[in-house]
């Protein structure tokens, strides 16, 4: 009779006006949105990537007028930081997606402390390799 009055623990959403800032999402909550996340930038940079491919691959002429619109003013910048974008989005979406199929693989891996360790090397191998390539990408080396 004692557990029949014992009150049942209450759960409820979170407010997102007032819950959001004190919330704190671990690491894998964060990997998984920022897989959504990348996957909808390459979506919307599609077009782009096309744009670039197509004048990659038409001409040498072409290829000349894409490599030198890198090199032109804050237009140059603009779409080096769009191809920056694009670049850390296909790095953590590539990434992140490995870290799933391997828990999905090795059922071993699907326990929290092996999801956290995991989720953490996503973010900074993601990052890490978009510094790389970032500085290669604005002529750092």
């Not at 990997?31 to 930038?41: A, C, D, E, K, T």
């Not at 929290?112 to 002529?139: D, E, I, M, W």
Request: charged residues 15%; hydrophobic residues 55%; glycine residues 8%.
């Amino acid at each position: 009779m004692a557990e029949l009055s014992k009150k049942r623990p209450e759960f409820r959403n979170i407010n997102a006006l007032t819950d959001l800032t004190t919330y704190r999402l671990p690491a894998a909550g964060i990997v998984s949105i920022l897989h959504r996340i990348s996957g909808l930038i390459m979506f919307i940079l599609l077009p782009l990537v096309i744009w670039m491919f197509d004048l990659t691959v038409s001409s040498e002429i072409s290829f000349a007028r894409f490599s030198s619109i890198f090199h032109v003013g804050i237009g140059g910048v603009i779409l080096k930081l769009f191809c920056l974008a694009l670049l850390w989005a296909y790095l953590h979406h590539f990434i992140a997606g490995l870290r799933h199929l391997w828990m999905d693989v090795n059922h071993h891996a699907v326990e929290k402390k092996t999801g956290q360790a995991t989720a953490k090397g996503v973010l900074v191998l993601s990052v890490l390799l978009t510094v790389v390539l970032g500085a290669k990408l604005f002529g750092l080396y």
